[in-house]
């Protein structure tokens, strides 16, 4: 009980995303009709992909600029777990081709674009452990920093599929969802600047004299 008082963040985390793995698993089970144009678990799995991922880059802004130091713990499942929604999605992808997915791997510009994605993704959930961390010493931090990258790289596949596949025919808010995304993404990135660094550290320590009481 201590225990997950705790870590009653990271046990959320892992609860919710094991949850909706669990929906998405029993939705494809259940399925009984499938549209060749239009799959919404595989839009859905690529999705949940990028929040995970999104949510594994916040974490380490709200350690260094809020100061909200348990978010690092919260780093690698969050990683981890949008590796887990990314492998189902392809796996989606490939049972619901009419072909062979073997005799057309990368059939276009745009699926390269996931496959270089979901490649990132795998070589930094390959290398998450700790061994891995010390066996690769400093390219570790090199290597990681590619989740950046990769974040990029999949914004722009989802954002082409959506348009080319008509799925936004069939979710219209799904471009507005993505540019969301992709604002996110830029504002992670800026935040890594050191001079907006810095801006923003000032900013919370100015807060935090504010705030402290007078004795
Ligand atoms: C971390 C996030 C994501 C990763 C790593 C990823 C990766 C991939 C990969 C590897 C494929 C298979 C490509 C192939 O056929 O070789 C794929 C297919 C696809 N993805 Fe994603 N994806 C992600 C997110 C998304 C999102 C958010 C959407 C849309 C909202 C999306 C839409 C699609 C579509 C429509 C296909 C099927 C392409 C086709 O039929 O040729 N993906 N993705």
Redesign the pocket.
């Known amino acids: 009980m201590n225990w997950i008082k705790k870590n009653w963040q990271w046990t959320a985390l892992n609860l919710l995303a094991l949850a909706v793995m669990v929906s998405l698993l029993w939705q494809f089970v259940a399925v009984e009709e499938f549209n060749p144009n239009y799959d919404p678990l595989?839009?859905s799995s690529?999705?949940w992909?990028?929040r995970f991922?999104l949510l594994c880059l916040l974490m380490t802004p709200l350690n260094t600029l809020l100061g909200w130091r348990r978010a690092v713990k919260l780093r690698k499942p969050a990683g981890l777990w949008?590796f887990g929604?990314?492998v189902a999605?392809?796996f989606l992808?490939?049972i619901g081709?009419q072909e062979n997915?073997l005799r057309a791997?990368?059939?276009?510009y745009?699926?390269a674009l996931?496959?270089i994605?979901?490649g990132i993704?795998t070589s930094m959930a390959a290398t998450s452990t700790r061994w891995a961390m010390k066996r690769l010493g400093k390219w570790w931090k090199r290597l990681h920093r590619l989740v950046y990258v990769?974040g990029l790289i999949?914004i722009g596949?989802?954002l082409l599929?959506?348009s080319n596949?008509r799925?936004a025919g069939y979710e219209p808010q799904?471009e507005i969802e993505?540019g969301l995304y992709l604002a996110i993404l830029i504002m992670l990135l800026a935040a890594r600047i050191p001079a907006v660094r810095s801006t923003l550290a000032s900013l919370r320590h100015k807060h935090e004299v504010r705030r402290e009481p007078v004795s």
Not at 105 to 108: A, S, Y
């Open positions: 595989l839009i690529g999705k992909a990028m991922l949008a929604f990314a999605h392809f992808n490939v081709l997915w791997p990368i059939p276009d745009m699926a996931g496959v994605g979901l993704l990769a999949v596949h989802a599929e959506s596949k799925v799904v993505l």
